[in-house]
C-alpha cells in the first residue's frame, strides 16, 4: 500500500507528488496517458515578459524531478472507480487495484463540444486535439482549417498553428442553438473578449477595449465590426459570421459560413464557403470531476469554474476523509495555478498524516494561489476569484449544517 | 439539417429529438436523457453530457447543487476479460 495515492500526472499532481516526496512520503501517480505533463503537453507561448512558455519542457522538469524523488509514475492506466471501504480509499484501474489511506485526484479538465452541422466528419476535431497532435506528436492536423468557437484558448491555439507552419482560416462564432447559446452570441463573446484584451496582441483589441466599457459603444462596435473579421496574426477572428455547417463527402472539405446579426441571427441569403481540410471546435473547457461523483462528493455548479465543481475548501480537502483536490478539477485556471494548487493539497496531506505541523507552509502556500491567480496570464473566465468566493460560502454553509445535525 | 444533426454518437439520438422531447415534456436533463436514451451509449455520455444539460436548461431551470447526469463507474470502458478476470 503506498502511503499517498495521486490520479493523474499534470502539473497539479506532479507538483502535490514532489511536495509530498520531499517531505519522506512514499507516492504513486496513476496516468491514464501515454507521457506525463497533463494538458501542460501542448502548451507553448510566449509571456509578456518576452519568455517562452514551454509545456514540453515544464512537463519534463516536473517529471524528472519528481522521478529523482523517489515517486512512482504508472502511465497508460486508466482509472475506472474509486470507492471507499472502511477507512481505505480502493482504487481501480482495468488491471490491478490499490489502496491508501490519502487520495488526490487532479483530472484536470476537459472540453465540451458544439454541435454544427457536419460536426461528425471525420477532419472535425476539438481544438485541444489539434494542439496536442502538434505540439505533442508533431502531427499536422491537416495544412488549412478553420476554428469555431472565438474564445482565449482557441486564439491562443491558433497561434500555436501559425507556428507550426499550419494555415489558419479564420476563427468564427458557431451558429446559434440550445447548445452553443452564449458561444453563438456576438455581443457576449465581446463581452468576454474585453476581459481578457490584456493578452491579444492585436492593437485593435487592445485599443477597443479602452472604446468599449459603455454598452452603447460596445453595441456600436458590434454593429461596426468588420465583416471580415478583425486579424490577429494574420488569422480572420470573426464575430459577424457563423458557421452554419460543416461540409465535405466523407471527409471535411469545408464549411458554410454566413453573416449574424449583433444578436446572432443568420441573415438569409449572406452563405458563402470557406475551403479547409481540418476543423476546429472549441467549446470551453470544463472540470473533469467523474471520480469525485463516483466517490460522493457534494457538487455545485459554478458558471465562474468552468462546470460542476466537487466541493472543497482553500486547503484542497473534500467533505470526504482522506480525498483531495488540486488543479482543474477545481476550476479552470492555467497551468502555473494548478502547480500552485498541488503544492497546497501536498502539504496537507502531509499535515494530516501527522508527520510534522504545516500549518505556516499551508497559509503560505494558500496565499501563493491566489498571487498566481491575480498575475495570471491566461484566465480562462473573468470572474475566476467570484467563483471561489461562492465555492468558499458554499463550503461554509455545508460545514455549519453538519455541525447542527451533530448538535440535534 | 440542424434537426438531423447527431448529438448523442453512442445512441445516434439527434438534436431534433432531444429539443422536441424537451419542449414537449419541460424535463431536466435525467429526465431527458431516461426518455432519449442520450448519454446512455458505451462512452458513459463522455461527449454528449454537456449538450444533453444545455437542451434540457434551455426548457427547465438547471439544478446547480447536484450533477444531474449521473456518473456511473465504470468511467472508463473496460474490457469483459479484465473486468471478470480471475487469477491464475
Ligand atoms: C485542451 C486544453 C488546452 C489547454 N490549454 C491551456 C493553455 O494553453 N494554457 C493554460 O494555461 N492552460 C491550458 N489549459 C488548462 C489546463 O487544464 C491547465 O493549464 C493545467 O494543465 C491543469 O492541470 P491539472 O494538473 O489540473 O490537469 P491536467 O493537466 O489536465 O492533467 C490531468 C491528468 O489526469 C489524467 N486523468 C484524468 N482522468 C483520469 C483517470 N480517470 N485515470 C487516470 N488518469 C486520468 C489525464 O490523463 C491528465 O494527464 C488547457 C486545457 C485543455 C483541456
Not at chain 1, 502531427?139 to 476554428?147: E, F, L, N, R, T
Not at chain 2, 463522455?46 to 438547471?62: K, L, Q
Request: aromatic share 6%; with cysteine.
Amino acid at each position: 500500500m503506498s502511503k499517498v495515492i495521486i490520479i493523474g500526472a499534470g502539473p497539479a499532481g506532479l507538483s502535490a507528488a514532489i511536495t509530498i516526496a520531499e517531505n519522506g512520503l512514499d507516492v504513486l501517480v496513476l496516468d491514464e496517458y501515454m507521457i506525463a505533463g497533463g494538458r501542460l503537453l501542448g502548451q507553448l507561448y510566449e509571456e509578456p515578459n518576452g519568455n517562452w512558455w514551454n509545456g514540453i519542457k515544464e512537463s519534463q522538469k516536473l517529471y524528472e524531478k519528481a522521478v529523482e524523488l523517489g515517486v512512482k509514475i504508472y502511465l497508460n492506466t486508466p482509472v475506472s472507480n474509486i470507492e471507499k471501504i472502511d477507512d481505505t480509499w480502493v482504487i481501480y484501474t482495468n488491471t490491478e487495484t490499490y489502496t491508501t489511506s490519502h487520495l488526490l485526484l487532479a483530472t484536470g479538465a476537459a472540453e465540451a463540444p458544439l454541435p454544427i452541422p457536419g460536426w461528425t466528419l471525420p477532419g472535425v476535431m476539438s481544438v485541444g486535439a489539434a494542439q496536442v497532435m502538434t505540439n505533442v506528436h508533431r502531427v499536422k492536423p491537416g495544412y488549412h482549417g478553420v476554428i469555431i468557437g472565438v474564445n482565449v484558448l482557441s486564439s491562443a491555439i491558433a497561434m500555436e498553428l501559425k507556428l507550426a507552419g499550419i494555415g489558419v482560416e479564420c476563427i468564427a462564432l458557431p451558429k446559434m442553438n440550445k447548445v452553443t447559446k452564449e458561444s453563438g452570441n456576438p455581443m457576449d463573446v465581446m463581452n468576454s473578449l474585453l476581459h481578457v484584451s490584456h493578452m491579444a496582441p492585436s492593437t485593435f483589441v487592445k485599443l477597443g477595449s479602452k472604446l468599449m466599457k459603455n454598452e452603447f459603444m460596445k453595441k456600436l462596435g458590434i454593429s461596426f465590426f468588420p465583416k471580415s473579421g478583425v486579424k490577429m496574426w494574420d488569422i480572420p477572428i470573426m464575430l459577424r459570421k457563423a458557421v452554419i455547417e460543416i461540409y465535405g463527402d466523407g471527409k471535411v472539405e469545408g464549411v458554410k459560413v454566413a453573416t449574424i446579426s449583433p444578436t446572432g441571427e443568420v441573415i438569409a441569403g449572406t452563405e458563402e464557403k470557406i475551403g479547409a481540410d481540418f476543423v476546429c471546435i472549441a467549446g470551453g473547457l470544463y472540470p473533469l470531476a467523474e471520480l469525485a461523483a463516483v466517490a460522493g462528493c457534494p457538487f455545485y455548479h459554478i458558471e465562474e469554474l468552468g462546470g460542476y465543481i466537487p466541493l472543497h475548501n482553500e486547503r484542497m480537502e473534500t467533505t470526504l476523509d482522506g480525498l483531495y483536490v488540486a488543479g482543474n478539477i477545481t476550476g479552470i485556471e492555467g497551468a502555473k495555478v494548478a502547480i500552485s494548487q498541488g503544492i497546497t493539497a501536498g502539504l496537507s496531506i502531509i499535515h494530516n498524516y501527522g508527520l510534522s505541523n504545516q500549518e505556516a507552509a499551508i497559509q503560505a502556500a494558500i496565499h501563493h494561489i491566489e498571487q498566481t491567480r491575480k498575475e495570471a496570464f491566461i484566465q480562462f473566465h473573468p470572474a475566476v476569484k467570484e467563483g471561489k468566493q461562492k465555492l468558499k460560502q458554499h463550503w461554509e454553509n455545508h460545514r455549519n449544517s453538519k455541525k447542527l445535525e451533530i448538535l440535534s | 439539417m440542424e434537426k438531423e444533426m447527431i448529438i448523442c454518437r453512442c445512441e445516434e439520438i439527434t438534436y431534433g429529438k432531444l429539443v422536441e422531447t424537451a419542449n414537449t415534456y419541460n424535463c431536466t436533463s435525467r429526465e431527458l436523457k431516461l426518455r432519449t436514451r442520450a448519454g446512455m451509449g458505451y462512452c458513459g455520455g463522455r461527449t454528449c453530457r454537456n449538450m444533453v444539460d444545455s437542451i434540457a436548461y434551455s426548457s427547465s431551470e438547471r439544478i446547480s447543487t447536484e450533477i444531474t447526469l449521473k456518473y456511473q463507474p465504470p468511467i472508463r470502458p473496460i474490457s469483459f476479460g479484465d473486468l471478470g478476470a480471475v487469477e491464475r
